[in-house]
């Protein structure tokens, strides 16, 4: 269900009708009202969900990768898709700041160390310059998304890649 909210979630944002998630998931309503029986606990699931992947990528793709830059490469991509997805949070949670709170909190503590990681092994590589901090370049991509979705011409992956090539060490 989580998957398929998550999927609904990027074409169709946040307040997509629950039928089209059940739909997606292949299950009625009354399931996904029985797990989730407002919104909110729907989107919140699905944001600790994608964060949980997200963060546990990491590793895996340091481990895998063909460097230590290429693996912090894949794992921004998986970032932005989640940022994607994440659109619409906000308004969604705002009846309820501090379920927003300690939303935003956890995202931090299980994803800045994620990145910490994977910037640190780029850096003994020699793949990338060191300086740079996490939460820079997070709160940096998270900005570069922002602009999707006012002007479909606007790609923020192309810009993300120039941010990538200018932290590369030469």
């Known amino acids: 269900m989580l998957k398929a909210a998550a999927e609904v979630f ?5 307040d997509a009708p629950i039928r089209q998630i059940a739909a997606r998931a292949g299950v009625g309503m009354a399931t996904i009202y029985r797990h989730f029986p407002t919104r909110a606990d729907l989107v919140t699931a699905v944001y600790r969900h994608q964060i949980e992947a997200c963060a546990q990528a ?6 895998d ?40 909190a956890y995202f931090l ?8 990681q994977l910037l640190d092994a780029a850096v ?3 793949d990338i310059r060191s300086g740079t901090q996490p939460y820079e370049l997070m709160r940096g991509i998270g900005n570069l998304c922002v602009g999707r979705d006012n ?3 606007y790609d923020p992956r192309r810009l ?3 941010l990538l090539r ?4 030469s």
């Open 10 to 14: 990027v074409t169709a944002g946040v």
């Open 58 to 63: 990491g590793p895996s793709l340091l481990a």
């Open 65 to 104: 990768a063909d460097s230590p830059f290429d693996a912090l490469r894949r794992w921004i991509d998986l970032f932005v898709d989640f940022l994607v997805t994440k659109h619409g949070l906000a308004d969604a949670l705002q009846s309820d700041s501090d379920r927003f709170a300690a939303l935003h």
């Open 109 to 116: 503590d299980r994803l800045l160390p994620v990145c910490a």
């Open 124 to 126: 003994e590589s020699g």
């Open 151 to 153: 002007d479909p011409r």
């Open 160 to 162: 993300i890649t120039l």
């Open 166 to 169: 200018g932290l590369q060490a």
